[in-house]
């Protein structure tokens, strides 16, 4: 791993790679291999008890899937990473690395659409109960805690309406409790924003989306930033402090504790080696090539996307603009402390509504139809602009009640802004847009 005193640009293209192994590749190779061959039933031994370190079967471990690991974990300041096959898949042993049946998780109500399936209805099958709270509440938050909750969880900006969490307030209830706040940073990418400078302990990535930047590959990677002490209560998080049978030598934290991860060590060895979900050596390869260039994306991101949302908040169809960065929204104190080099890419905005739900879905459909730059794609983070329609598509699973708490409703779309040029982007919206406006007084008083 890089030095943490070298520069941002400098550890998303070198960090975690030393060329000079195998055929000295300048670029990180795939190493498209199933498993690995050991030099002796000894070394075996070795690498299985975990007394030595190297490589075995593509599932629990692969070196290309490494250096993905390793950039990522430099770029987030964290100890170790785990790299899986998707978002959801590292939301999904993230959590269940820290919280087991009887015990409780925290969550802000305002979570991508399949996060909210994932806690609301497979953990509660697995009896892992989680409480949603409006995350702006800081009261709600305390309250929601219990004797076994374990993990705080909450989007440091929410999809899709980018929403920004207030982290240290956040950080300071689940510290309080004695648990790890737990961030998923898909949004925000750790160019935007370090989530542990302001006091989160995991950070969970949809490497899908900005880390690969350009729709071509889906991963997830949690990070550990080493900053939750586990043996403060060793009694509450026996997964890492008890006695571990996967691998000889005591505790996780007896093995890993002093320089390594023992909760990344656990993520692997139990979660990811038991349910499998594995990030393939070829999409880590591609996750990495998209990596290299993550801060100059960011930038023409962040600034594009705040220029199309300006032009939205003008705009006579357009009843209301989500976006930090606007004078108007109730997020831009929070987007100027946390988010100092730009708010991202997502956002969402609601046209004028007609009146009902199949009215509003009618009008928005009409919208997206006329659309030709701007791509109707059920994914963000792309190269190219996407838009979607939330609470049809991503939010679709959400009661009517949920789609409300979350601030979603049925004239929203959600855009994520590419990399084009952005009067094209505006010039697109600005067409699409046309019938949505809403008749004027004046228009109407003419007509008659
Ligand atoms: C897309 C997304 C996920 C899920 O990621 P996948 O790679 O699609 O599994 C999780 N969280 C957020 C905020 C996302 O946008």
Redesign the pocket.
Known sequence: MSEPSSGFATAQVQAGYVPGVVHSTAVPPIHQSNAFAFSSLTEARELFALRRDGDIYSRAANPTVLVLEERIAALEGGTAAAGVA???AA?AVALLALAKQGEHIVAARQL?G??VDLLDETFADWGIDVTFVDQDDPDAWTAALRPETRAVFA?SIT?PNAQVLDLRRVAAVAHDAGVPLVV?A??ATPYLQRAKDFGADIVVH?A??FLGGHGTS?G?VVVDLGTFDFTREPSRWPQVTAPYRRVPGGSLVERFGAHGSPYIALVKTKYVHDLGPSLSAFNAFQLLQGLETLDLRMDRHSSSALAVARFLEQHPAVARVHHPGLESSPWRAAAAEYLPRGAGSVFSFDVHSAGDPEQDFALTEEVVGRLRVVQLVAN?GDARSLIAHPASMTHSHLSPAQLAEAGIAWTTLRLSIGLEDVADVIGDLDRALEVAVPASPRLATLGG
């Open positions: 998707s978002g959801q939301v991508y399949g996060t989007e999809n998923d898909t949004l949809s899908t989306k889906l997830g963000i």
